[in-house]
């Protein structure tokens, strides 16, 4: 997996449950353009089913297809699983910074 992979599967995990517009989805993933399309390309790619709905305009719920409560486990210590969920609920250039060092730590100690 590359690094944009595992920031988008930690980012489904983080997301499991919330509805979230596709610009705001994109800007958690990190995916750009931010043509409907393509965000859900990329997602569907990676392995992650998504939902839409329509009410007032459109929104995606994203599902990993893997058992993501253990995966992220797996990925992250609990405390890291903290400081990643609170950058995840913040936007900005520093939050993904953080979180990409983060997933780069944790894949390289395993």
């Known amino acids: 997996m590359t690094r944009l992979d595992e920031l988008a599967h930690l980012a489904a ?5 919330h509805w979230l517009p596709v610009t ?17 390309r990329h997602l569907h790619d990676s392995g992650y089913t998504l ?8 929104k995606f719920l994203c599902i990993s297809r893997e058992d993501t409560n253990g995966r992220l ?9 903290k400081i990643v ?8 250039k520093r939050a993904e910074r953080v979180i990409l060092k983060l997933i780069q730590a944790a ?3 395993h």
């Open 51 to 58: 939902l839409s709905q329509y009410r007032k305009g459109r």
């Open 13 to 17: 995990i983080l997301l499991k449950g």
């Open 24 to 40: 705001e989805l994109s800007d958690k993933l990190n995916v750009c353009p931010r043509r409907t399309q393509d965000v859900v």
């Open 73 to 81: 486990a797996e990925i992250l210590h609990p405390k890291e699983q």
């Open 85 to 92: 969920q609170d950058l995840m609920s913040r936007s900005g």
């Open 107 to 109: 894949t390289t100690k």
